[in-house]
């Protein structure tokens, strides 16, 4: 079955520690996405790439760092430089990109205590 | 920059009762998608419109895009239990190329009562 997935699901770090969230597609899409989710807002853009060797930031990138070496791989880094790095992490994909159904991974929640 | 409103943020019914989520936003869209996220998942793409006025239909769901393209709306008839979850719009800006962005809504989180 083509999807994707994030791993691992639930992750616990100390402050100050960097972190990497894994994002694996099998759908042959070019376009990967980052978002953040915290309680009770919506999606906000972190990272994204149009195409291997290639991302750009979106509207929160501060405080993470990407890689896009394969077309169906796009890891997250989260960075001790990130202040509130707690949240609700979803990677997404587009067949190209901005066209048509965004699809999501399952998510991966990140608790810093 | 672009944004997009959605209201209300949150919307507790009976089972049975009907439901309406807004958004509205800040410039001319070229289309708009709406996503359904339950409690404890990921969002899951719905539906998305593209014409000026456009009505689409899924069984209880009725989906419209505003004549001037800057709003929608998601209604549903008849409430059920398994419409639980987060309702969010996500539109895309009228100019822009590969690049023009998905802009989230902040999402209304829908509670039905049995």
């Known amino acids: 079955d083509g999807g994707i997935t994030q791993s691992p699901k639930y992750l616990f770090r100390k402050e100050g520690q960097n972190v990497t969230l894994s994002c694996e597609q099998n759908?042959?899409?070019?376009?990967m996405y980052w978002y953040r989710q915290d309680p009770g807002q919506g999606l906000r853009l972190i990272y994204y790439?149009?195409?291997?060797?290639?991302?750009q930031k979106g509207d929160i990138a501060e405080g993470y760092s990407v890689s896009r070496e394969k077309k169906e791989s796009f890891p997250l880094t989260v960075t001790s430089a990130q202040k509130n790095p707690t949240a609700f992490y979803l990677c997404?994909?587009?067949?190209?990109?901005?066209?048509?159904?965004?699809?999501f991974g399952e998510g991966s929640r990140l608790t810093v205590l | 920059g672009q944004q997009v409103m959605q209201i209300p943020q949150y919307q507790h019914v009976q089972e049975g009762e009907d439901f309406t989520t807004y958004c509205n936003s800040s410039t001319t869209l070229s289309n708009i998608q709406w996503y359904k996220q339950r409690p404890g998942g990921h969002p899951v793409f719905l539906i998305q419109l593209v014409k000026s006025g456009e009505v689409k239909k899924q069984k209880r769901l009725t989906f419209q895009f505003g004549e001037a393209k800057k709003n929608s709306s998601l209604h549903i008839t008849a409430t059920q239990t398994t419409d639980v979850g987060t309702y969010f719009c996500?539109?895309?800006?009228?100019?822009?190329?590969?690049?023009?962005?998905?802009?989230f809504g902040t999402g209304t989180l829908l509670a039905v009562q049995p």
């Open positions: 790439s149009q195409i291997v060797n290639d991302f």
């Open positions: 759908l042959n899409h070019d376009a």
């Open positions: 997404a994909s587009h067949r190209a990109a901005n066209t048509g159904e965004l699809f």
């Open positions: 996500a539109g895309q800006g009228l100019y822009g190329g590969a690049t023009n962005k998905l802009i």
